[in-house]
């Protein structure tokens, strides 16, 4: 999570004479962009300069130690290096009396991009050996370390027998920690991956280890109201080591019901009447024919395919079964053979997640369910003007909306990216109910009420971390 470090940079830049006539929208695209026709040598230096070094960790131990030397309590010979990486460590950092360090963690994988500004001075944590899945006997939760993959853990509750209620949208090779600090779109079609998350256990600014939240239910305290205040912005406030997350009891059955349908106008009535209809289901994904040959290479999809996982006994999964066929009437054909992205085994699922990562993402729309053909088809005028091809991924919700994740066949340059986020956006902005979420949306924000709130949050963010080791928002 960089969004507190990239909004106060915009917000410092504008007190600079030079930028200070730049209207907003303007100053974000020529920081994003790079744009050495528009911002000072010394503004480009700062956003081209990389994490100073990157450091893979095992254990908690390794991290406290390193926050206590960023906090000056433990020197870099204590830190169980070689003498080789010793020298380079102390050489990248220039480790002196009066240097700052700082940390952020390093996503395994983003469906977008990263953050606009890097955080240039401090030690960017590899999670990668950070894999352990543990699920107690009594198995209603998993506590997850964050460099386990979501496959894994998906993997490892249906062998304890219990299904993790969360599943990506755009099913990429990411780990537990990229729901954290990353772009990672887990989704349920009756619970997201917030309301599946029961603790964080972390390490704070000051080398402590803190837990947010219960890994047992219980029915006192404000664990709960700190966790998911805080959840979508908690690597701003510690360094998240491990999530406990909910799980639910493996049902006897389980059917993945496929879908196609060749008109839009029958679709969104559909998709309006199963996400208003109060059924249930695990989840229900959406895709175009593009996103779907990108599933499915070598089928001949059509132009929309919606498969619903459904769960029960056997007796139900019929009355389940016939149920949605009523809510989805106006469906070309149906299938209860094509199988899902996630039943595969795991060099499958890192085979499908390769083709996809390919496109260009540039972030989620949110918007009505019954809205997601309209949305289509502005997208697709969309690219057509940009000379590229859109694909498009969603995720259905039984609260009647949908999120929506556009996948571009363009080059994952800067200025790309831009223009094609701001066409998102201004796609989103004529659907009623809409909106656009991207890193690079909430910048463009300026409303009075967001200011607000992203100040306050700020705030909160310098009184827990008044060290300045997690991703410090001095400037550079």
Same mark, same amino acid.
């Given at each position: 999570?960089?969004? &507190?470090?990239d %909004?106060?940079f915009?917000?410092e830049?504008?007190?600079?004479?030079? &930028?200070?006539?730049?209207?907003?929208?303007?100053?974000?695209?020529?920081?994003?962009?790079?744009?050495?026709?528009?911002?000072?040598?010394?503004? =480009?230096a700062?956003?081209?300069?990389?994490?100073?070094?990157?450091?893979?960790?095992?254990?908690?131990?390794?991290?406290?130690?390193?926050?206590? $030397?960023?906090n000056?309590?433990?020197?870099? +010979?204590?830190?169980?290096?070689?003498?080789?990486?010793?020298?380079?460590?102390?050489?990248?950092l220039?480790?002196?009396? +009066?240097?700052?360090?700082?940390?952020?963690?390093?996503? *395994?994988?983003?469906?977008? !991009?990263?953050?606009?500004?890097?955080?240039?001075?401090?030690?960017?944590?590899?999670?990668?050996? !950070?894999?352990?899945?543990?699920?107690? /006997?009594?198995?209603?939760?998993?506590?997850?370390?964050?460099?386990?993959?979501?496959?894994?853990?998906?993997?490892?509750?249906?062998a304890?027998?219990? =299904?993790?209620?969360?599943?990506?949208?755009?099913p990429?090779?990411?780990?537990i920690?990229?729901g =954290? %600090?990353?772009?990672a779109?887990f989704?349920g079609?009756?619970a997201?991956?917030?309301?599946?998350?029961?603790?964080?256990?972390?390490?704070?600014?000051y080398?402590?280890?803190?837990?947010?939240g219960?890994?047992?239910v219980?029915?006192?305290g404000?664990?709960? /109201?700190?966790l998911?205040?805080?959840?979508?912005?908690?690597?701003?406030?510690? =360094?998240?080591?491990?999530?406990?997350?909910?799980?639910l009891?493996?049902?006897?059955a389980?059917?993945?019901?496929?879908?196609? $349908?060749?008109d839009?106008?029958?679709?969104?009535?559909?998709?309006?009447?199963?996400t208003?209809?109060?059924?249930?289901?695990? %989840?229900?994904?959406l895709?175009?024919?593009?996103?779907?040959?990108?599933?499915?290479?070598?089928?001949a999809?059509?132009?929309?395919?919606?498969?619903?996982?459904?769960?029960?006994?056997?007796a139900?999964?019929?009355?389940?079964?016939?149920?949605?066929?009523?809510?989805?009437?106006?469906?070309?054909?149906?299938?209860?053979?094509?199988?899902?992205?996630?039943?595969?085994?795991?060099?499958?699922?890192?085979?499908?997640?390769?083709?996809?990562?390919?496109?260009?993402f540039?972030?989620?729309?949110?918007?009505?369910?019954?809205?997601v053909?309209?949305?289509?088809?502005?997208?697709?005028?969309?690219?057509?003007?940009?000379?590229?091809?859109?694909?498009?991924?969603?995720?259905?919700?039984?609260?009647?909306?949908?999120?929506?994740?556009?996948? $571009?066949?363009?080059?994952?340059?800067?200025?790309?990216t !831009?223009?094609?986020? *701001?066409g998102? /956006?201004?796609?989103?902005?004529?659907?009623?109910?809409? &909106?656009?979420?991207?890193?690079?949306?909430h910048? %463009?924000?300026?409303?009075?009420? !967001?200011v607000?709130?992203?100040?306050?949050?700020?705030?909160?963010?310098?009184?827990?971390?008044?060290?300045?080791?997690v991703?410090?928002?001095?400037?550079?």
């Amino acid at each position: 999570m960089g969004l &507190l470090r990239d %909004w106060t940079f915009v917000e410092e830049r504008t007190r600079i004479p030079a &930028l200070s006539e730049i209207v907003r929208e303007a100053l974000v695209r020529a920081l994003f962009c790079r744009d050495d026709r528009v911002l000072p040598r010394e503004v =480009i230096a700062v956003l081209s300069r990389p994490p100073a070094v990157t450091v893979k960790v095992h254990d908690d131990g390794e991290i406290r130690k390193l926050v206590a $030397f960023a906090n000056g309590e433990e020197t870099s +010979a204590n830190l169980g290096f070689s003498a080789e990486d010793y020298h380079y460590f102390r050489k990248q950092l220039s480790v002196g009396r +009066a240097t700052e360090i700082g940390f952020a963690p390093r996503p *395994k994988t983003l469906l977008t !991009y990263d953050w606009m500004i890097p955080e240039p001075r401090g030690i960017l944590l590899d999670f990668s050996a !950070y894999a352990g899945i543990e699920i107690p /006997d009594r198995g209603e939760r998993a506590v997850a370390q964050v460099g386990a993959t979501w496959k894994a853990a998906y993997d490892a509750a249906l062998a304890s027998g219990h =299904i993790l209620p969360f599943v990506p949208a755009v099913p990429l090779d990411f780990a537990i920690g990229d729901g =954290i %600090w990353g772009d990672a779109p887990f989704v349920g079609y009756d619970a997201d991956f917030a309301s599946c998350v029961l603790a964080l256990r972390t390490i704070s600014a000051y080398g402590h280890r803190t837990q947010v939240g219960f890994q047992d239910v219980s029915n006192e305290g404000t664990g709960y /109201d700190l966790l998911h205040l805080i959840l979508p912005h908690a690597a701003e406030f510690f =360094i998240p080591v491990a999530v406990a997350v909910r799980l639910l009891p493996r049902p006897a059955a389980r059917k993945t019901l496929t879908y196609r $349908f060749d008109d839009p106008g029958k679709l969104g009535l559909a998709l309006d009447r199963l996400t208003r209809s109060g059924r249930s289901a695990w %989840w229900a994904n959406l895709t175009d024919a593009g996103a779907s040959a990108l599933l499915w290479p070598g089928t001949a999809p059509e132009p929309f395919t919606l498969q619903v996982a459904v769960c029960g006994t056997e007796a139900a999964l019929a009355g389940r079964e016939k149920a949605l066929d009523a809510l989805l009437a106006g469906f070309k054909a149906k299938a209860a053979d094509v199988p899902n992205p996630y039943d595969v085994p795991e060099a499958a699922y890192r085979k499908t997640a390769d083709r996809i990562g390919r496109a260009l993402f540039v972030g989620e729309v949110r918007l009505p369910s019954r809205a997601v053909p309209d949305l289509h088809g502005k997208l697709t005028a969309l690219a057509q003007q940009a000379g590229t091809k859109v694909h498009l991924f969603a995720a259905l919700r039984g609260t009647g909306t949908a999120s929506a994740f556009p996948a $571009f066949e363009a080059q994952k340059d800067r200025t790309r990216t !831009y223009d094609l986020s *701001k066409g998102v /956006d201004r796609v989103a902005g004529t659907i009623p109910g809409a &909106l656009f979420a991207s890193r690079l949306a909430h910048l %463009w924000r300026e409303d009075e009420e !967001y200011v607000r709130r992203v100040r306050l949050l700020r705030a909160l963010k310098l009184e827990i971390d008044a060290a300045h080791v997690v991703q410090p928002l001095a400037a550079v």
